[in-house]
């Protein structure tokens, strides 16, 4: 057997021997699956690629519009279009290989956590020129991680104002950039 006098694989002689551990990351992932979505399935999944593929075409056809000019002289459109081929090919990959069903959720209550990140993030660019960036970055990134994230407020509050602090910092301060400030 393994070598010890009584056969069992612990070496103990009697039921008080110590039980190892199971792996935490084990347990974790386990507990994780039982908290998820069910699949969504294939349909849900070839829909998923069709849609992001026709989002990575309109950003073809619109970068092309903006003219791509030369590696030596980029025009507007050469990385947008650089963008856009790759969502394409990306969402090919999910309509030919992703598509058998597997780790994609169902819609749920969470899924619209996605469609109001995207409208605060519209919103932001929205203001950004009309008031700066300080403050739409700061309500953005306050109702990302309080309302979105879950956060306390106090985490909340005080990671928004680091987080813009520390954008202000680079691009204002250290890159000189022409972002709408107000400071």
């Known amino acids: 057997m393994d070598g010890s006098s009584n056969g069992r694989p612990d070496g103990g002689a009697d039921g008080a021997a110590a039980v190892a551990p199971a792996d935490p990351a084990r347990a974790l992932a386990e507990e994780w699956a039982e908290d998820a979505p069910p699949p969504a399935g294939p349909v849900a ?22 003219g791509l000019g030369t590696l030596e002289q980029p025009g ?43 409208a ?4 932001l660019v929205a203001l950004l020129p009309v008031i700066g960036f300080e403050i ?26 680091l987080v813009v602090g520390v954008l202000y910092g680079v691009f204002v301060g250290a890159l000189g950039t022409n972002v709408p400030h107000l400071f």
Request: no cysteine; proline share 2%; hydrophobic share 55%.
């Open 136 to 161: 739409p970055a700061l309500v953005l990134s306050l109702v990302w991680m309080k309302f979105l994230g879950g956060e306390s407020w106090r985490s909340a509050v005080l990671y928004s104002v």
């Open 120 to 123: 605060t993030l519209l919103g």
């Open 45 to 66: 999944n070839l829909a998923a690629g069709l849609v992001t593929a026709g989002v990575g075409v309109l950003g073809a056809v619109t970068a092309l519009g903006l």
């Open 76 to 118: 507007a459109g050469l990385w947008p279009l650089a963008i856009s081929v790759a969502v394409i090919v990306l969402s090919l990959a999910q309509v030919f290989i992703g598509r058998r069903g597997g780790d994609g959720e169902k819609f749920s209550r969470y899924s619209w956590f996605s469609l109001v990140g995207l």
